[in-house]
């Protein structure tokens, strides 16, 4: 009835969210290299297929999704995924399903009925959406776009310039308690991790890379007694989208 609990054998669910040209494709991919050095990384896009332009620095599958967002086009990519056993599933972006629920929901309003019925039926469509990305027997990176809003700092010659910032991801509030970790990038590709459940990235300011994989595979196969040191922070910056 009871077996001894161990990380070993289980898959990450982590979320990378941030403003638009944040890197979240770019810092996705090299995380999932480092995940699966030597594994099969399938990638749903629905970003007009802006993953392929890294086709060159990555080995990966595509499969690009257009509108309408239907949650179809998410649930049959990952039946497909899991049959021809790939090693990690990137979805760039997530959030285009979160609006294809809420663009399910106005049609349904459109048609008239209880509004609070129809919230109901539109969940049944989010909540296929969150089954598919956490109970699916693979990692998942989940890219999540940012609602954006400027903040004015200070930079190097002490003058003050607008700086494009992240703020909540957007998706149904509390989404990020359902991953094991997430990730939030800002406008220079810089990383922090708003959740974290490996301890890893607590109060880190860094860039995501294939070392970050790396860790995070580690920390999935370490050995109960074992003890997994943080990694030291980076501030090495990137191109990406």
């Avoid at 001894?4 to 982590?14: D, E, N, Q, V």
């Avoid at 332009?53 to 990555?58: G, M, Q």
């Avoid at 903040?151 to 991953?179: C, S, T």
Wanted: hydrophobic letters at 35%; glycine letters at 6%.
């Amino acid at each position: 009835m009871f077996k001894k609990a161990t990380r070993k054998g289980s898959f990450i669910k982590l979320a990378i969210t941030g403003p638009s040209g944040s890197g979240k494709t770019f810092s996705a991919l090299r995380l999932a290299r480092g995940l699966v050095p030597n594994g099969k990384i399938a990638l749903i896009d629905t970003e007009n297929e802006s993953s392929s332009l890294y086709s060159t620095e990555f080995d990966f599958d595509v499969s690009s999704v257009e509108a309408p967002y239907t949650i179809d086009k998410l649930i049959d990519p990952v039946k497909y995924v899991l049959a021809n056993k790939y090693d990690v599933l990137i979805i760039d972006s997530a959030t285009h399903f979160w609006n294809g629920v809420l663009e399910y929901k106005n049609q349904l309003d459109k048609r008239g009925g209880n509004s609070f019925t129809n919230w109901n039926d539109a969940n049944k469509h989010y909540e296929l959406m969150l089954r598919a990305i956490l109970f699916s027997k693979i990692h998942v990176i989940a890219c999540m776009r940012s609602k954006m809003e400027y903040v004015l700092e200070q930079n190097d010659k002490g003058k003050h310039v607008p700086q494009k910032v992240g703020m909540a991801p957007i998706m149904r509030d509390g989404v990020e308690y359902e991953f094991t970790t997430v990730f939030d990038l800002d406008s220079n590709h810089q990383a922090v991790a708003s959740k974290d459940r490996t301890q890893l990235y607590r109060d880190k300011i860094f860039v995501i890379t294939e070392e970050t994989g790396s860790q995070l595979r580690k920390w999935l196969n370490l050995q109960e007694g074992e003890e997994q040191k943080a990694p030291v922070a980076n501030h090495h910056s990137h191109n990406g989208a």
